[in-house]
């Protein structure tokens, strides 16, 4: 790499060669030499995609709002190529980089991508036990969620974890949005002006909505740790299903994160309760029967400061521990998933009582799927629309109460009046 020094000193944002310079200072700068700019990485993705059209492809989708855009590649793993039929095959849905520090998030992303394309392999697992597997299964890796918070990460502010204009990704979903604990920082988890009001969360709903996936991970970093639902209760789902899923990350934790990893509900694992989270919404809403959020890394002793440190192992060999663990974690649950869902799990079975909100939420999408493409217009108008059912829905019952009133008035004013002879 040392070839590259010159190179990189042309690459490297200022930001960074001021970090770099100072021996002293409190915080680790981004190692250059273990980490890919979100610029280079989204190159690789890209190229091995072009790599491997018989297995591989890649899609960009772009959403904005009021003067702010967020662009989101989804690479999509399929024997089939674009041929592929998703309805036919175990889907799964995975996406990286949601929180802009978590750096090494995406570098997982792309080696289970590189994996997928055998370029390369893991230690230890059978290639024939593993193509049965991948035959079966649709995988759809977002890579670098948050791009916008990304590129403040490198250039700005090595601690954001928002997107590009201050919102916490991970809390601007529709269940439970909103309610804020006692602790609340806004700089760590502004929920945005209304659930869904950012473009990333907007395509992250879309694509889950029409893709209807069984497995859902959602991967982070800043601990160890394998949470299924919920995050905003201190308790999982009742029943054998949550039983199994915890089964499985007992399991996984066995294997992959040598006994290291919390196990639990988000919200019951962590001390605090979050709210309005994607991995609560795969859940209630979208009906993910597997719906995680791992956390594959995390540095306690790390200043709190230290965000680079604290949320990314900063040396060679913890680098390649954490992508060998972790990529070999998703291989298990590729090959698990499936046999789980056959078991124990249908997507009926996680119905459950809604709010009216998420009630709307899920029809209004599901109208758009059975119609396509064509009704994609009504999800840029969700939150109008739910909006002015509020509205109707109150007007309704004022009118109701208006009416009910004028009768009963006019019914004791009948009776108050003595009868005058005419
Ligand atoms: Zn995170």
Redesign the pocket.
């Given at each position: 790499m040392a070839f590259l020094l010159p190179l990189l000193i042309l690459l490297v944002p200022p930001a960074f060669l001021v970090a770099n310079a100072v021996p002293n200072s409190t915080f680790t700068p981004i190692n250059r030499d273990l980490y890919h700019s979100r610029t280079e990485l989204l190159e690789q993705v890209k190229a091995l995609v072009h790599r491997h059209p018989d297995k591989l492809s890649v899609d960009t989708i772009e959403a904005g709002n009021k003067g702010y855009q967020a662009e989101i590649t989804v690479v999509t793993y399929c024997k089939m190529g674009r041929e592929c039929d998703e309805r036919s095959k175990f889907r799964i849905l995975l996406s990286f980089g949601?929180?802009g520090?978590?750096l090494i998030?995406s570098e997982v992303a792309l080696r289970i991508l590189s994996i997928l394309s055998e370029e390369q392999f893991l230690p230890n697992v059978n290639a024939t036990s593993l193509n049965n597997t991948l035959d079966k299964l649709i995988i759809k890796v977002v890579p670098m969620e948050n791009l916008n918070g990304r590129k403040r990460v490198e250039e700005e502010d090595p601690c954001e974890?928002r997107n590009g204009r201050g919102v916490d990704l991970?809390r601007n979903w529709s269940v439970d949005w909103g309610k804020k604990e006692k602790d609340y920082d806004p700089y760590e988890e502004n929920p945005g002006i209304a659930p869904f009001s950012e473009p990333e969360a907007q395509i992250m709903r879309k694509l889950a909505l029409s893709f209807e996936p069984h497995v859902w991970v959602n991967v982070?970093?800043?601990m160890e740790a394998l949470f299924m639902p919920y995050d905003h209760r201190n308790t999982t789902p009742d029943g054998l299903p949550a039983h199994r899923i915890k089964s499985l990350l007992s399991e996984l934790n066995q294997v992959h994160c040598h006994n290291h990893c919390m196990i639990g509900s988000g919200g019951g694992s962590v001390g605090y309760l979050a709210h309005g989270t994607a991995t609560d919404y795969m859940y209630d809403i979208v009906k993910v029967p597997m719906a995680f959020t791992f956390?594959i890394y995390g540095d306690p002793t790390a200043s709190s400061k230290d965000c680079f440190k604290m949320?990314n192992p900063v040396d060679l060999t913890t680098f390649n521990r954490v992508l060998n663990d972790w990529s070999a974690a998703f291989f298990s649950i590729f090959k698990l998933g499936p046999h789980l869902f056959d078991e124990s799990l249908s997507r009926t079975n996680t119905d459950k009582w809604v709010s009216i909100d998420e009630y709307l939420d899920g029809y209004l999408m599901e109208r758009r799927n059975r119609y396509g493409k064509k009704f994609e217009v009504l999800d840029l108008g969700m939150q109008e629309i739910r909006t002015y059912f509020r509205l109707f829905l109150l007007s309704s019952v004022l009118l109701l109460f208006m009416f009910c009133s004028r009768i009963a008035k006019s019914k004791s004013s009948r009776t108050g009046v003595s009868p005058v002879p005419v």
């Open positions: 949601q929180h520090r978590e998030t974890r991970n982070h970093s800043g956390e949320f």
